[in-house]
């Protein structure tokens, strides 16, 4: 129950004893020879990271000693005789827990003290750095997020906004975090001790877009549209900026894609029932019990069951079947029918054919027995000592239609004796390929 109560407050305390306080100390005294509080906490504000462990228990803790004083005299008696001593100052355990949970806020206030005392061009001016390091500590005590604490992170800005439901008028209040690199979607959730988020949804600034909607109840909404979500909120278009200046991998691209290649790739923007009195598909007018309203998770658009009875893998929800309107599922199961023809004419190069087995080179060559008329045929150089080069109409050609020994090959080549010149050309080619293979 002792461990439970007051989690890791024992670390906490060390890494102030040992190393925090000792350094600070330190620093002022030697204040006048080359000031360096900036240097110092650039160095240990990562460590604040343990707060968070204590500050996620802080509830938990307080009921126990809430129960604990009820169920045991024992347990009261000792708490009472903590209390009443000089060096608590009249003030109840719970106050003291209280105090390391407050910590990490006051330094943040401090800095931001310290901070408007520096000259822009002060040496110690990168203590700005150790402050955005301390607010996303905190950001990481009221969300919980792990990868809020993240080094190359940049935490930007934060508000209250309001998300507008995708089904319908209605809007939530919602908190938003935004840092260079993704955005964070919370809601407030009941807490003791300060403001606590539940994370919603996370969206990536790579990839995503920005674009103003209109809206009859609500005025300057904007759409965000990231590959995992779309929300419409206020614009965030300085965090996209941003992004692309400071990351030289987030390249857009030098033309705006179209619907047929980003289909499927990321999350649409749902069209409001209210909006709509009719399949948006095959123009049907909605009621309550035969033809009730779908949203296609492709597109966006309200559609009957009739127009939305098909499922298929979406890339934006991790490839799970999903509820699709017929134009979606047409262009969807194309793409994905595409790919499989892509993927099986490779396997069909590499492995269909039955001597694939033994070959050290293969694949498809143009050959004629004249300049303007040409097949493409499958090639294929043996392994076997010595090896043959072998000519299919097919890859999937039980039988070779001609063979030849390699040294024979080889011979006809350097001669050039009894071979056409297009034949020639296709012989060639093929030396040039396996030379390597040849050399070994």
């Given at each position: 129950?002792?461990?439970?109560i007051?989690?890791?407050i024992?670390?906490?305390?060390s890494?102030h004893?040992?190393?925090?306080?000792?350094?600070l100390e330190?620093?002022?005294m030697?204040w006048h020879e080359?000031?360096g509080?900036?240097?110092?906490?650039?160095q240990?504000?990562p460590?604040?990271?343990?707060?968070a462990?204590?500050?996620?228990?802080f509830d938990r803790?307080?009921e126990l000693?809430?129960t604990w004083?009820e169920?045991?005299s024992?347990?009261?008696?000792?708490?009472?005789d903590?209390?009443?001593?000089?060096?608590?100052g009249?003030l109840?355990l719970?106050?003291h827990m209280?105090?390391?949970?407050q910590r990490?806020?006051?330094?943040e206030?401090l800095l931001?003290d310290y901070l408007k005392?520096?000259?822009d061009?002060?040496?110690?001016y990168e203590?700005?750095n150790?402050?955005?390091?301390?607010?996303?500590?905190?950001?990481y005590?009221?969300v919980?997020?792990e990868?809020?604490?993240?080094p190359a992170?940049?935490f930007l800005?934060?508000?209250?906004?309001?998300?507008l439901?995708?089904?319908?008028?209605?809007?939530?209040?919602?908190h938003?975090f935004?840092?260079n690199n993704?955005?964070?979607c919370c809601?407030a959730?009941?807490?003791l001790v300060?403001?606590r988020f539940?994370?919603?949804?996370r969206?990536?600034v790579d990839g995503m877009?920005?674009?103003?909607?209109t809206?009859?109840?609500?005025?300057?909404?904007f759409?965000?549209s990231?590959k995992?979500?779309?929300?419409e909120?206020?614009?965030?278009?300085?965090?996209?900026d941003v992004?692309q200046k400071?990351n030289?991998?987030f390249?857009l691209?030098?033309?705006?894609p179209?619907?047929?290649?980003?289909?499927?790739?990321?999350?649409?923007r749902?069209?409001?029932?209210n909006?709509?009195?009719?399949?948006?598909?095959?123009q049907e007018?909605?009621?309550?019990?035969?033809?009730?309203?779908h949203?296609?998770?492709?597109?966006?658009y309200?559609v009957?069951?009739?127009?939305?009875?098909n499922?298929?893998?979406?890339?934006?929800d991790?490839n799970r079947?999903?509820k699709?309107?017929k134009a979606c599922?047409?262009?969807?199961?194309?793409?994905r029918a595409?790919?499989?023809?892509r993927k099986?004419?490779?396997m069909?190069?590499?492995?269909?054919?039955?001597g694939?087995m033994?070959?050290?080179?293969?694949?498809f060559l143009q050959y004629g027995?004249?300049s303007?008329i040409?097949?493409?045929?499958?090639?294929?150089l043996?392994?076997?000592?010595?090896?043959?080069f072998?000519v299919y109409?097919?890859?999937q050609?039980?039988?070779?239609w001609?063979?030849?020994?390699m040294?024979?090959?080889?011979?006809?080549?350097?001669?050039?004796?009894?071979l056409p010149?297009t034949?020639?050309r296709v012989?060639?080619?093929l030396?040039?390929c396996?030379?390597?293979?040849l050399?070994?």
């Amino acid at each position: 129950v002792i461990k439970n109560i007051f989690s890791n407050i024992s670390s906490i305390y060390s890494f102030h004893s040992q190393f925090l306080l000792p350094d600070l100390e330190n620093c002022i005294m030697h204040w006048h020879e080359s000031p360096g509080l900036g240097k110092v906490l650039l160095q240990h504000a990562p460590f604040l990271r343990m707060y968070a462990d204590y500050i996620r228990n802080f509830d938990r803790a307080i009921e126990l000693v809430r129960t604990w004083t009820e169920r045991s005299s024992a347990f009261r008696n000792i708490i009472h005789d903590i209390q009443s001593q000089e060096l608590c100052g009249n003030l109840t355990l719970q106050h003291h827990m209280l105090e390391p949970v407050q910590r990490v806020p006051r330094y943040e206030m401090l800095l931001k003290d310290y901070l408007k005392k520096l000259p822009d061009d002060d040496p110690d001016y990168e203590l700005a750095n150790s402050n955005r390091s301390i607010r996303s500590m905190f950001i990481y005590e009221m969300v919980g997020e792990e990868e809020v604490v993240n080094p190359a992170n940049e935490f930007l800005k934060e508000g209250r906004l309001l998300k507008l439901a995708a089904r319908n008028t209605s809007a939530m209040e919602r908190h938003l975090f935004l840092f260079n690199n993704f955005l964070l979607c919370c809601c407030a959730k009941f807490s003791l001790v300060g403001q606590r988020f539940t994370v919603r949804c996370r969206i990536g600034v790579d990839g995503m877009q920005t674009q103003q909607t209109t809206n009859e109840d609500h005025l300057y909404t904007f759409q965000v549209s990231g590959k995992e979500k779309t929300l419409e909120l206020q614009a965030i278009q300085e965090a996209i900026d941003v992004f692309q200046k400071k990351n030289e991998t987030f390249k857009l691209a030098s033309k705006e894609p179209t619907e047929e290649t980003e289909l499927g790739r990321r999350a649409p923007r749902w069209i409001r029932d209210n909006e709509v009195t009719l399949c948006m598909t095959c123009q049907e007018p909605f009621n309550a019990l035969t033809r009730r309203r779908h949203h296609c998770r492709a597109c966006g658009y309200v559609v009957c069951w009739k127009c939305s009875d098909n499922k298929v893998a979406l890339e934006y929800d991790g490839n799970r079947l999903n509820k699709v309107c017929k134009a979606c599922y047409s262009v969807l199961a194309g793409q994905r029918a595409e790919r499989m023809e892509r993927k099986k004419r490779r396997m069909l190069e590499v492995g269909s054919h039955p001597g694939s087995m033994d070959c050290v080179l293969s694949g498809f060559l143009q050959y004629g027995d004249n300049s303007t008329i040409w097949q493409e045929v499958w090639c294929v150089l043996s392994g076997t000592h010595p090896p043959f080069f072998h000519v299919y109409n097919t890859p999937q050609s039980l039988s070779p239609w001609g063979s030849r020994p390699m040294a024979f090959t080889l011979s006809w080549v350097m001669v050039g004796s009894g071979l056409p010149a297009t034949s020639l050309r296709v012989w060639k080619i093929l030396l040039f390929c396996s030379r390597k293979n040849l050399q070994k």
